[in-house]
């Protein structure tokens, strides 16, 4: 497991907090509708935040698939993606959020970086951080 877990709660079209940049897994929870430029600007604030490693679940997950992996491209405009920041994406949207916590824990790893932190963005009207991170730990 990574060395540590943050939560971090969004409610749709709020703005992403400071987070100190190192490289991290982020498990995505999409629990609520957002429109397509929020998306656009969390998808590169986890790109600049050190995110290596995105699995997004819930609520039109692929398209977050598809942002991050847009936004790490538009990070290096024409040139080439270095390989120890190259994100990796998946989306989980028929398996259960316990399946993808289990998937961090296990699969989720970077071949060219070592990922020091778990970030949970959970994107939804109200907080649930304790369950989730228990959720998580228990994985």
Same mark, same amino acid.
């Not at 999409?30 to 995105?54: D, F, H, I, P």
């Not at 679940?57 to 942002?67: L, N, T, V």
């Not at 398996?95 to 998937?103: G, K």
């Not at 961090?104 to 109200?126: D, E, F, G």
């Given at each position: 497991?990574?060395?540590? @877990?943050? &939560? @971090? ?6 703005? %992403?907090?400071?987070?100190? /940049?190192?490289? *991290? ?9 957002? +429109?397509?430029?929020?998306? /656009? ?11 290596? &490693? ?20 538009? !990070? ?12 990796? +994406? ?5 398996? %259960?959020? +316990?399946?993808?916590?289990? &998937?961090? !824990? *296990?699969? $989720? !790893?970077?071949?060219? $970086?070592?990922?020091?932190? +778990? ?21």
């Amino acid at each position: 497991m990574s060395d540590s @877990i943050t &939560y @971090i709660h969004l409610r749709p079209g709020t703005d %992403p907090c400071d987070i100190e /940049k190192k490289p *991290s897994k982020f498990v995505v929870a999409v629990e609520a509708e957002v +429109t397509y430029e929020w998306q /656009k600007l969390v998808s590169e604030w986890m790109v600049e935040s050190g995110c290596l &490693y995105m699995m997004a679940w819930g609520r039109e997950c692929s398209s977050w698939d598809d942002s991050v992996d847009w936004a790490n491209i538009e !990070k290096f405009g024409d040139g080439p993606i270095p390989d120890d920041q190259f994100v990796l +994406t998946t989306w989980h949207d028929h398996e %259960p959020l +316990t399946e993808v916590f289990w &998937y961090a !824990k *296990s699969v $989720a !790893k970077h071949q060219n $970086a070592a990922l020091l932190r +778990t970030v949970i963005l959970h994107i939804s009207s109200a907080a649930r951080q304790s369950d989730l991170i228990r959720l998580l730990e228990s994985a």
